[in-house]
């Protein structure tokens, strides 16, 4: 005998959580994957997991066709099934009902993981990437990647409504963006390139057409440090916006976190339960220490930092502690940002930047951005940067290139943040880093 089925003109008529007890008495197609098989005294249980969650199917030896009994012998946990049949009230069934076959599908078999999904000991979290796609049926990670489909959607709802253009903009790249290091080399046909730290550059650019853009998309970082914290490719959420200035990207910014927060709260409380976690409070509006102001407090903690040093390792730990939730550190020294941020004006030694923090972790980083040409090309002499190889770039800036500033944030460190994971690999579907390119 075949042990597998083929699709062929079967398609579902509902989902797992649609079976209840208003549907009692009605023909139904499901599909899903077993992830329970329990026999008791001639009677076979199948728990079958969806997209939405679990129904059983009770399979009765002597009442159900012989066919369906013998199906149901050769499948375990894992199993990809269709399942046609009737509902059927029974309390002690999820959501009050279960489906009582009258034909089965056995559509792939499935061998035996090497750990189990349903609880227990869990191995490494590297042996669990070895086999994501496996690891990905757990409940947790189920509810981790519901609230990022939450929260993807309440962030385009935020921009879309707001006025903001959605781009794509090159991954491909013939310059750095964010400066020399961290940057992946690749051949293009035979020449060199890179893949994109940012898309900062185009994102600059496309004010001068679109005045609001945004994007979320795939950042590339040689990182070279294996952290909790860092991946190789993260997924950026850009924005770019004209005629503003930081302190109003700081506001769109803080619109964006507390609107997603909020939607994931409203949206994904089951999903918090069985992380056993509470949304993230967000505090009514968000601290604005300058950076001098940090590093007087750092200060007056420990000697020998001063204007100008950056604030790394245990100091952002103990600011981390000092201030908590959300908080940004703004007005950095010129010196140490990028060559696009903007100096202020009058008061050139200090940018109009800023980090968004998050206890000790960086969510994201802006700021206002240099409009002159003449001015760019400075900045990039004192980074010791080339201006010849961002001729493109600057040649945008000969045609009225307006004010602009904008915002870089990690999709994944706010998805730490929302979820309360410590490890950044737990909310990225395919994380890399320096020793991961696999699965
Ligand atoms: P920056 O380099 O600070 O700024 O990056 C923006 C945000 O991206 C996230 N991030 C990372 N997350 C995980 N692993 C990494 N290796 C990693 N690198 C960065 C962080 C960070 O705050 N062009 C500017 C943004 C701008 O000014 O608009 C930029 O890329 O959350």
């Known amino acids: 005998m075949k042990s597998e089925d083929e699709l062929g003109d079967?398609?579902?008529?509902?989902?797992?959580?649609?079976?209840?007890?208003?549907l009692n008495s009605r023909e139904v197609t499901l599909f899903g994957w077993v992830s329970s098989v329990r026999t008791q005294g001639g009677i076979t249980f199948l728990i079958v997991n969806d997209k939405e969650g679990s129904f059983q199917v009770t399979v009765v030896k002597g009442k159900t066709s012989g066919e369906v009994v013998e199906k149901v012998a050769a499948v375990g946990e894992h199993a990809s099934i269709g399942v046609k049949g009737t509902?059927?009230?029974?309390?002690?069934?999820?959501?009050?009902a279960e489906?009582?076959?009258?034909?089965?599908?056995?559509?792939?078999?499935?061998k035996k993981p090497a750990f189990s999904v349903f609880g227990g000991a869990l191995p490494s979290i590297d042996k669990r990437l070895d086999i994501r796609a496996v690891d990905l049926r757990r409940d947790k990670a189920q509810a981790l990647f519901k609230i990022q489909r939450v929260l993807l959607r309440s962030l385009r709802a935020f921009f879309d409504e707001k006025g903001y253009s959605e781009v794509r903009s090159p991954k491909l790249i013939s310059t750095a963006t964010e400066g020399g290091a961290s940057l992946f080399s690749v051949l293009y046909?035979?020449?060199?390139?890179?893949?994109?730290?940012?898309?900062?550059l185009y994102k600059e650019e496309l004010t001068l057409p679109f005045e609001k853009v945004y994007e979320i998309g795939p950042a590339f970082r040689a990182e070279e440090s294996r952290t909790q914290r860092h991946l190789s490719e993260i997924t950026s959420i850009d924005i770019e916006e004209a005629y503003v200035d930081y302190n109003d990207v700081m506001d769109t910014l803080e619109g964006l976190i507390r609107r997603a927060a909020s939607e994931v709260a409203d949206s994904c409380a089951r999903d918090f339960e069985k992380l056993k976690k509470e949304p993230v409070q967000v505090p009514k509006a968000f601290e604005r220490l300058t950076y001098e102001s940090v590093i007087e407090e750092v200060k007056r903690k420990r000697e020998g930092i001063s204007w100008g040093d950056d604030i790394t390792g245990p100091d952002v730990e103990e600011l981390g502690k000092a201030h908590g939730s959300f908080y940004f550190v703004v007005d950095w020294p010129t010196a140490a940002k990028p060559?696009?941020?903007?100096?202020?004006?009058?008061?050139?030694?200090?940018?109009?930047?800023f980090d968004l923090m998050h206890g000790a972790l960086e969510l994201a980083s802006g700021g206002t951005r240099v409009e002159s040409k003449?001015?760019?090309?400075?900045?990039?002499?004192?980074?010791?940067?080339?201006?010849?190889?961002?001729?493109?770039?600057?040649s945008a800036f000969d045609y009225g290139m307006p004010p602009h500033a904008g915002f870089g944030l990690g999709l994944e460190r706010l998805m730490m943040v929302l979820t309360g994971e410590e490890n950044i690999r737990e909310v990225t579907l395919f994380p890399r880093d320096k020793l991961r390119l696999t699965p």
């Open 10 to 22: 079967w398609r579902r008529t509902h989902y797992s959580t649609q079976i209840t007890p208003e």
């Open 87 to 96: 509902v059927k009230t029974i309390s002690k069934a999820p959501n009050g």
């Open 99 to 110: 489906v009582v076959p009258s034909e089965i599908k056995v559509l792939n078999l499935a």
């Open 189 to 200: 046909y035979n020449r060199p390139a890179f893949l994109t730290q940012s898309p900062q």
């Open 339 to 353: 060559f696009y941020i903007k100096p202020s004006p009058g008061k050139p030694k200090v940018s109009e930047s």
């Open 374 to 394: 003449a001015v760019l090309v400075r900045r990039l002499k004192e980074q010791k940067l080339k201006p010849q190889a961002f001729e493109y770039h600057l």
